[in-house]
């Protein structure tokens, strides 16, 4: 099996932080009024992506009834549909609507991941189950080194937890830490030579696509589409020519 396949199967049997495993499978069995006839996925949320991917966009941990319910990150959310939206603009994610892991949705060079991969209470993960969590992201950074040149960090929680992951995966973080902002751009470099082909990561930071952002205006699609399309370009995701395209004109 892919690596990254298996650590993927691996998150989903965690059940290090109580808490988090309480409230999960509680969502789950209570549910929500419009989901009754969903089964819950109430279990980690894995990554979501191709381990090829040379950009990554990191969250903050699954929403009670988007992940915890489809079992995909981002997936049957209102973030989730700004998110993917913005993907597919760029050709990233072949369709703009994230439903179910049953939709055929494929993401090209991106995965999608975050800190946390347990949906938590009131979307707020304590210290401690963050930083139980972090091990699943430093081995999921250190599968994707190869090829990684950059990533998006969603809200100041996935920067502060970011940080530290690529720092423990072989990256150099400057001291002090850079702090978040939306437009913040910083490149870590690799602390020692490789010779898988590793190398530097761009990290740009971006408002989180929560509903409280973009409902308010504080995070607009055209914000977020112009930070993933520098991160983008920075990872050699050039913009996806639709097969359908006219081939350009003679001369
Ligand atoms: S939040 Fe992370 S470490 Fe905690 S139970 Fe979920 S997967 Fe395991």
């Not at 509680?26 to 894995?46: C, F, I, L, M």
């Amino acid at each position: 099996m892919d690596p990254l396949a298996e650590l993927d199967a691996r998150v989903t049997r965690c059940a290090a932080c109580p808490r988090l495993v309480a409230w999960r499978e509680e969502v789950g069995r209570v549910k929500r009024a419009a989901y009754q006839d969903w089964t819950y996925w109430a279990r980690p949320v894995p990554g979501f992506g191709p381990p090829d991917a040379s950009l990554l966009v990191i969250g903050l941990a699954p929403a009670a009834h988007g992940g915890n319910r489809t079992g995909r990150m981002f997936t049957g959310d209102r973030s989730g549909d700004v998110l993917y939206a913005a993907l597919h603009e760029l050709g990233l994610a072949s369709s703009p609507l994230a439903v179910s892991l049953d939709d055929g949705l494929t993401l090209r060079g991106v995965r999608v991941t975050s800190p946390v991969h347990c949906a938590p209470p009131e979307n707020k993960p304590t210290p401690e189950e963050r930083d139980t969590c972090r091990p699943w992201l430093v081995r999921e950074l250190e599968l994707l080194a190869p090829r990684l040149r950059a990533a998006v960090v969603l809200g100041a929680f996935g920067w502060q937890a970011a940080l530290p992951a690529f720092a423990e995966a072989g990256w150099r973080v400057p001291r002090p830490r850079p702090r978040f902002a939306h437009g913040a751009r910083v490149t870590l470099e690799r602390g020692t030579p490789a010779a898988d082909g590793s190398g530097p990561v761009t990290l740009y930071g971006c408002f989180h696509v929560s509903q409280r952002n973009t409902f308010t205006g504080r995070l607009t699609p055209e914000m977020l589409r112009d930070v993933l399309r520098e991160a983008a370009g920075e990872a050699c995701l050039p913009p996806y020519a639709p097969p359908d395209s006219p081939p350009p004109a003679p001369g």
